[in-house]
Nanobody, 126 residues
Framework: QVQLVESGGGLVQAGGSLRLSCAAS????????IGWFRQTPGKEREFLAA????????VTSDSVKGRFTISRDNNKNTVYLQMNSLKPEDTAVYYC???????????????????WGQGTQVTVSS
């Protein structure tokens, strides 16, 4: 059974940085896409970035491009989201998610992903 466990959230001042981790277990992820979303109360989950587990290709939402970077460590079965220049509007619950790769198009909608972590809270103070 696939398990995704996020960590690294917390409270940070505006302009600061955080690195979120997503530890994946339960199967081989060689043909999977691992993504990061975030959600604030009353809003839909927002796609941030995704990475192809078997390769080095990534995609990042324009809303966070230049500030957020996704990467992976296959030896540790872990995907990271490095977040720099954080803003108060980045405050949200951040989720790690996974799905088998289906076709060439990057999945960007929540319902395109099969597995989700429990989320980690990120709070950016002004």
């Amino acid at each position: 059974q696939v398990q995704l466990v996020e960590s690294g959230g917390g409270l940070v001042q505006a302009g600061g940085s955080l690195r979120l981790s997503c530890a994946a277990s339960g199967r081989t992820f060689s043909n999977y896409v691992i993504g990061w979303f975030r959600q604030t109360p009353g809003k839909e989950r927002e796609f941030l970035a995704a990475i192809n587990w078997s390769g080095v290709t990534t995609v990042t939402s324009d809303s966070v491009k230049g500030r957020f970077t996704i990467s992976r460590d296959n030896n540790k079965n872990t995907v990271y989201l490095q977040m720099n220049s954080l803003k108060p509007e980045d405050t949200a619950v951040y989720y790690c998610t996974a799905t088998p790769r289906r076709g060439l198009r990057w999945p960007r909608a929540p319902d395109e992903y099969d597995y989700w972590g429990q989320g980690t809270q990120v709070t950016v103070s002004s």
